[in-house]
């Protein structure tokens, strides 16, 4: 159900430049499993900075409380889920539950999300499907 968009990286190889979870171009219906997270929509490069290969591979956990900062509600970000998230986090690689988040820093300064993977199984998600 998540749209993957790929592009050239500027040492040749392809990377995830964006998704959209629960694409209704991919079958999704509404109404399925809306959390936070999931409702979040990536931002489009180019990137100023994004997570490295080791950061996707072993996301952190995301900070405990990370949603009180006064300094995210007196801005106003909270209308802008990944926005949100990725200002009090910054770049890297991170769980929310079993969702996994990209943060990367945008070409004008601050945080965005740039991916996102529902039921990520480095996050711990374990399918219950053969």
Do not use: M
């Not at 209308?79 to 929310?96: I, K, L, M, P, Q």
């Amino acid at each position: 159900f998540t749209q993957v968009r790929c592009c050239r990286a500027t040492w040749g190889g392809y990377v995830s430049c964006g998704t959209t979870v629960h694409s209704n171009r991919c079958g999704w219906h509404p109404g399925f499993h809306p959390y936070s997270s999931v409702n979040s929509v990536d931002e489009e490069g180019p990137f100023a900075e994004q997570p490295s290969a080791e950061q996707d591979e072993n996301p952190q956990r995301a900070i405990a409380g990370w949603d009180n900062d006064t300094n995210l509600k007196a801005s106003g970000s909270f209308e802008n889920w990944g926005r949100s998230f990725c200002t009090a986090h910054h770049v890297g690689s991170f769980c929310d539950h079993f969702t996994q988040v990209r943060c990367c820093r945008a070409t004008w300064g601050g945080y965005v999300s740039c991916g996102t993977t529902v039921h990520s199984s480095r996050c711990g998600w374990h399918s219950f499907y053969p």
